[in-house]
C-alpha cells in the first residue's frame, strides 16, 4: 500500500486535519493530500478579501493548531507586549485579524511540512477495495478523509445573467446605489462596506436576520449540547441544521450604528425585491447539499449510502458507516460534515472532527 492516509481536498479542513495527524506522530511521508493548490488559504483569502474582512468570526479556538490552546492569542500578546490579547481569549472574545490568520497558516504549512504530502490531483471517483481505498488511479489507503469545502458560490437563477449582479465573494468594487441581496454575515459586512464607500444601500431580503455570535448556537459546541443533537431523531436533526442555514448576524453597536445614521440620512432602506440599481451584490453564501458537489454525489450512488435531505447520514464521528470498519475508515470533515458536527464548517468544527478521525484510525493503524 502506497501510503496510509489520504485527504482530498487542501483547504483549510484538510490543512486543520494534516496538522493534526502529523501532531500525533504520523510522518508525512504517511499521508497524500490531493488538492487544487498547495496554499491552504487558496480559496479562503480572495473570499476575504472580497468582503473586505478584517476580523476573524471565529472565537478563541479559531485557529488551524492541532491543540485548542495555546492559539494565537499568546502570539498577539508577545508581539504587542499586552495581556489584553490573552484576557480576550479567555473569555471568548479574542477575534484576530485576517492578517494574522494568513501568517499563521503560512508558518504552520511550513512547521508541519504540508508541500511534503501535497499532490496536485482532482480526484473525481473513490472506489471501495479491500482494506481500503481507491482514489481514481491513485492508492490504495487505508484511511480516506474527504475535506472538499463548499461546492460552490450561490447564485439565485433569476440573476445568473444579469450584467449588473457580482457575488460578495468576488472581487468588486461599488456604485454610488447598490442593491444587497441576502441578509447574513457577508450581506451585513458589504452593506457596512458599501456604506463607508459612500453609496447608497438598498438590502433585498427575504426575512429578517436573526443576531448572534456564531451562526450554531453555543450549546452546540460542547460535549453535552452535542451529545443532545445526535440523540435528536433525523427529522429533528434535519430541523436543528436548516435552523442554523438561516441568516445571521451578531449583534452589537458596531453593526448597528453605521446603519441607523445611513437610515437617517436617507442612504439605507430595506425591501423585498429588486428595484433597478445599477449595481446588484450577491451576498447569497454557498451551494448546500452533497448533491452539488460531484465527487461527494458521485460516491453516494455508487454505494447506496444513507443520506438526509441535503446531507450524506454520518456517525457521530465523521465516519461513513457502511465504507468504515476494523480495517478501513472513510469520513468527512467541513460543510459536508454537518450531520456529524453542526458547526463543522467553522475551523473548531474542523478541529473536533479531525481529532475523532484520528482517534479511530489509530486504533487499526497497524496490520
Partial sequence: MEREYAIVGAGLAGFTSYATLRHAGVAAAEIA?????????????????????????????????????PGLAPREAVRRRSLTPLALSAWDRYRPTVDEFLDHVHALRASCRWDESFRGVRIGRITATRGGFLLDGHGPFRHVLLALGHPGLELPAELAADPRVVHAYAPHDYADDIEIVGAGMAAATEWLNALEAGASVTSVRRREPARRPLNVARPLFSKRGLASFHAASRMRRCELLLGYGMPSYPPGRAWDDPIDRAMSEGRFRVTTQLDGAPQVICATGFQRG??????????????????????????????????????????????????????????VGMKYLARRFLRRTSRCRSR
Avoid at 487544487?36 to 479559531?62: F, V, Y
Avoid at 447520514?313 to 454537518?338: E, K, M, N, P, Y
Fill in 33 to 69: 493530500v490531493f488538492g487544487d493548490d498547495p496554499d491552504p488559504a487558496a480559496s479562503w483569502r480572495p473570499r476575504a478579501l472580497a468582503i473586505r474582512q478584517r476580523r476573524m468570526r471565529s472565537e478563541s479556538d479559531g485557529h488551524c493548531y492541532p491543540r485548542s490552546f
Fill in 290 to 347: 452533497f448533491t452539488h458537489d460531484a465527487l461527494l454525489r458521485r460516491l453516494v450512488a455508487d454505494h447506496d449510502l444513507e443520506t438526509e435531505l441535503r446531507w450524506v447520514v454520518l456517525d457521530r464521528d465523521g465516519s461513513v458507516a457502511a465504507l468504515s470498519d476494523d480495517t478501513r475508515t472513510l469520513a468527512l470533515t467541513g460543510i459536508a460534515a454537518q450531520w456529524a458536527y453542526p458547526a463543522a464548517d467553522t475551523l
